[in-house]
């Protein structure tokens, strides 16, 4: 299975930029890097995705590092909406079914 | 709401017991996914179909099987139940058979094995 390691959890306040690290030292060429997030009691949500290049969308950023072996979703302002359970996920290049969540990082949003 | 529900939303039942979670996906998605949420576990890949085809396999006990109905609604049969198997269980599904950009998931059923 292909790994990553994140922090069990971090702590922001509300309205500053929130920085969640992902390591994946085992990543391989083709492998996508996916993020998601669960809030509590409801199933997980797909945050946002990318292979190479940092990508935006309107929830969040993705900055892959230039050897992938690591990546960071930037959360611009947090908001007590954003405390959830974020996943760093390896999507195999070779088999893009299985999606093999971690133990993610809890992120806890102070008022 | 991600437009994909799950039947029923709790469940208890005794160990030996037999139990079957259901799930429709979200309008034209093909592709229908289980994941198994435990405490200890973490969230793990259980089986995905797409089409009524089985198409891809995780960490899915011999004790469990899915299926994929011709009106792409799935079921979920976990058999000779173990107080092990007490965990939420989350469907997703997506448009294609692969995964390109995002599954959606079900708010989940939880299971509690007594």
């Known amino acids: 299975d292909a790994k990553t390691t994140q922090p069990n959890s971090m702590e922001s306040n509300e309205e500053e930029p929130v920085h969640l690290p992902c390591n994946h030292s085992?990543?391989?060429?083709?492998?996508?890097i996916h993020w998601y997030r669960q809030l509590p009691s409801q199933g997980p949500e797909y945050v946002i995705h990318?292979?190479?290049s940092n990508v935006n969308n309107r929830m969040a950023s993705l900055a892959i590092a230039e050897d992938r072996k690591s990546s960071t979703l930037i959360l611009h302002r947090a908001t007590l909406r954003d405390a959830a359970v974020y996943y760093c996920?390896?999507?195999?290049?070779?088999?893009?079914?299985?999606?093999?969540f971690g133990s993610g990082t809890k992120l806890n949003v102070k008022p | 709401d991600s437009g994909v529900t799950q039947t029923p939303k709790h469940l208890i039942t005794a160990t030996g017991q037999r139990v079957t979670l259901r799930c429709s996906p979200r309008?034209?998605?093909?592709?229908v996914y289980w994941y198994q949420q435990s405490l200890d576990q973490g969230l793990q890949f259980l089986i995905q179909?797409?089409?009524?085809?089985?198409?891809a396999k995780g960490n899915i006990l011999e004790r469990f099987s899915a299926q994929q109905f011709p009106d792409l609604h799935s079921e979920l049969n976990l058999s000779s139940l173990e107080l092990g198997d007490s965990a939420l269980y989350f469907c997703?599904?997506?448009?294609?058979?692969?995964?390109?950009?995002?599954?959606?998931f079900g708010p989940g059923t939880r299971l509690t094995v007594l």
């Open positions: 309008s034209g998605d093909l592709s």
């Open positions: 085992t990543i391989s060429g083709t492998d996508y």
């Open positions: 996920i390896l999507r195999r290049g070779d088999n893009f079914n299985k999606f093999y």
């Open positions: 997703a599904s997506s448009p294609r058979l692969v995964v390109m950009y995002e599954q959606f």
């Open positions: 990318g292979l190479t």
């Open positions: 179909y797409y089409n009524g085809e089985e198409r």
